[in-house]
């Protein structure tokens, strides 16, 4: 299916590895020019020739800059221009037991994982509306639905941005322009991958055991009953950041593996 990407214009925040460069990786490869995003410039620089060496045809470019403050967004706007495609894909999490949660973290999290889309969406959203075209996608996840005990202040930014993902949706009707919101499940990043071979190191276990827990005691409503590839969740953003899926907007897609128990 050609997704007729060719010639647009993409920024995929926090696309230095896992979801958000799976992300970049599949619209580079679909045509589209894409603009990389992280804060740690030498990350940044070895994702960039990882993807030039990958796709040696596609158009890609990269912008460090820090999306955890009102000014780091704006130099990554100013840096950017106008674009077509916006993946607010950027997150942080961690597991903490809510007692433990300071003011300092709810709105370190609020300030990362909604704010920057927040901001980006506002600096980008006239221009598309104005061109006719464009589609906004924030990466969210199975936890802004059923929240996690253990992180209850991820789980609280992950709702916020399907809020704002289909409040913003309201504000394009008839524009041309599409706002959705995807819901990753557990996934095989990077830093999951880190997490769980500490968990297993601890535990004494292999990291396959340590995998086979979690899915048996932490996720067992997964379908999948294992974790999800980042280049999985690639494929249905990139659909959705293509002129073809102009009838999908203000929605909340999951891919996360069944994990969800929903007719819809």
């Known amino acids: 299916m050609d997704l007729q990407l060719k010639g647009k214009r ?5 696309s230095t590895s896992g979801i958000g460069f799976a992300i970049a990786r599949e619209l580079a490869a679909e045509g589209a020019q894409v603009l990389l995003n992280g804060r740690d410039v030498k990350r940044l620089q070895q994702a960039l020739q990882r993807l030039q060496a990958e796709l040696p045809d596609a158009t890609i470019d990269a912008v460090q800059a820090d999306l955890s403050t009102a000014e780091g967004c704006q130099q ?3 840096a950017a221009g106008a674009v077509d495609i916006l993946v607010n894909n950027l997150g942080i999490f961690e597991p903490k037991v809510f007692e433990q949660i300071t003011d300092a973290d709810w709105s370190r999290f609020f300030e990362v994982n909604v704010m920057s889309g927040v901001r980006l969406a506002r ?5 598309m509306k104005l061109r006719g075209w464009g589609r906004i996608v924030f990466i969210s996840s199975e936890s802004g639905i059923c929240p996690p005990g253990d992180m209850l202040h991820y789980g609280m930014s992950k709702s916020a941005q399907l809020s704002v993902s289909r409040g913003l949706a309201e504000t394009c009707a008839g524009t ?12 095989r990043t990077e830093g999951v991958g880190d997490f ?7 535990a004494g276990q292999t ?17 999948l009953q294992r974790f999800i590839e980042p280049a999985e969740v690639a494929a249905l953003v990139a659909y959705v950041c293509s002129p073809r899926s102009a009838a999908t907007n203000g929605a909340a897609l999951r891919v996360d593996g069944g994990v969800v128990r929903s007719l819809i």
Do not use: C, I
Request: net charge negative; no cysteine; glycine share 10%.
């Open 123 to 127: 600096g980008q959203l006239a221009g």
């Open 207 to 223: 990291l396959a055991e340590t995998e086979t827990d979690f899915f048996q005691h932490a996720r067992p409503t997964s379908l």
């Open 196 to 202: 769980f071979a500490k968990l297993s190191s601890d």
């Open 76 to 78: 990554l706007l100013d």
């Open 10 to 14: 993409a920024l995929v925040t926090g």
């Open 176 to 187: 041309g322009v599409t706002v959705n919101a995807v819901l990753p499940g557990p996934t």
